[in-house]
C-alpha cells in the first residue's frame, strides 16, 4: 500500500509539492476565489494574498464589481506573493475598452511570468447599466470586445 501523502501534489507530469504550482493546471490543483478583498484596506489585503499563498493555494480568483479596478488589484497581490496565479475573475468589459485591457494584462503576464491569468466578462445588468452602458446584448458585447 501506498503513502497517499507521499504522492500528494504529483499530477500527470510527475511534479512534486516542491515544484509548486503546477502551471498546467491554472497553477495548480486547487485554487481559492474571492469578493471580500474590496471591503478590507489594501494593505490587509495584501496581507491576505501572502496568506493564501502560505497555506498552499495555488491560484487568488477576484472580481471586479464595486471596490477596486482588477488589473491594479492583481498587481497588488502579484507584488505581496511569490509563486501565487492571480487571476481576475472576472474583469468587466464594460470598464475599459480592450486595448486598455490588452495592455494591462501584456504588462502583468510579462512582469509576472506565469502567474497572471485573465478572466473577463460582461458583468451583471445592474453593473452595466449603472455605469450608463447598454446590456440588452451581452453576448455580442462580449464577441464585439
Same mark, same amino acid.
Given at each position: ?23 498546467? +493546471?491554472?497553477? &495548480?490543483?486547487?485554487? /481559492?476565489?474571492? @469578493? !471580500?478583498?474590496?471591503?478590507?484596506? =489594501?494593505?490587509?489585503?495584501?496581507? $491576505? ?36 496565479? +492571480?487571476?481576475? &475573475?472576472?474583469?468587466? /468589459?464594460?470598464? @475599459? !475598452?480592450?486595448?486598455?485591457?490588452? =495592455?494591462?494584462?501584456?504588462?502583468? $503576464? ?36
Amino acid at each position: 500500500m501506498t503513502d497517499p501523502s507521499s504522492q500528494r501534489g504529483s499530477g500527470p507530469s510527475g511534479s512534486s509539492r516542491k515544484d509548486y504550482p503546477d502551471h498546467s +493546471v491554472l497553477g &495548480g490543483e486547487i485554487g /481559492i476565489w474571492s @469578493r !471580500d478583498f474590496n471591503s478590507v484596506a =489594501a494593505p490587509q489585503a495584501r496581507e $491576505a494574498a501572502a496568506e493564501i499563498e502560505e497555506l498552499g493555494y495555488a491560484a487568488l480568483w477576484f472580481g471586479e464589481a464595486a471596490g477596486r479596478e482588477a488589473f491594479t488589484n492583481a498587481s497588488m497581490f502579484l507584488c505581496a506573493t511569490s509563486r501565487l496565479v +492571480v487571476a481576475t &475573475g472576472i474583469a468587466n /468589459i464594460f470598464v @475599459r !475598452d480592450a486595448w486598455a485591457t490588452n =495592455a494591462a494584462a501584456m504588462t502583468l $503576464a510579462e512582469a509576472y511570468p506565469d502567474r497572471f491569468a485573465l478572466g473577463l466578462g460582461v458583468s451583471h445588468r445592474p453593473m452595466v447599466e449603472m455605469r450608463g452602458h447598454d446590456y440588452s446584448s451581452p453576448l455580442s458585447s462580449m464577441r464585439s470586445y
